[in-house]
């Protein structure tokens, strides 16, 4: 897959993606890129990240003695 950015106009950053046009939040570009960068990307697997997250919420509701939702 080949992404390109075909233009920036205001918030919205203009991606070729293999010939077709997407619109995309520039605010989630690096800062430093420019019209005919191209781009690459990667695929995470947010599986482990979020059991990371579950696990945290179990320790502080078994350390506030709580099994529901917490104000934080």
């Known amino acids: 897959m080949r992404?390109?950015?075909?233009?920036?106009y205001d918030d919205i950053a203009y991606l070729d993606v293999?010939?077709?046009?997407?619109?995309?939040?520039?605010a989630?570009?690096?800062?430093e890129c420019r019209e005919g960068d191209?781009?690459?990307?990667?695929?995470l697997d947010a599986s482990e990240i979020l059991k990371e997250g579950q696990d945290r919420i179990a320790r502080?509701?078994?350390?506030?003695?709580s099994s529901?939702?917490?104000d934080i």
């Open 3 to 8: 992404i390109t950015i075909d233009r920036l």
């Open 18 to 26: 293999d010939g077709k046009i997407i619109e995309f939040p520039r």
């Open 28 to 31: 989630a570009l690096p800062a």
């Open 38 to 43: 191209l781009l690459g990307f990667t695929v």
């Open 60 to 65: 502080l509701q078994a350390m506030s003695g």
């Open 68 to 70: 529901g939702d917490l």
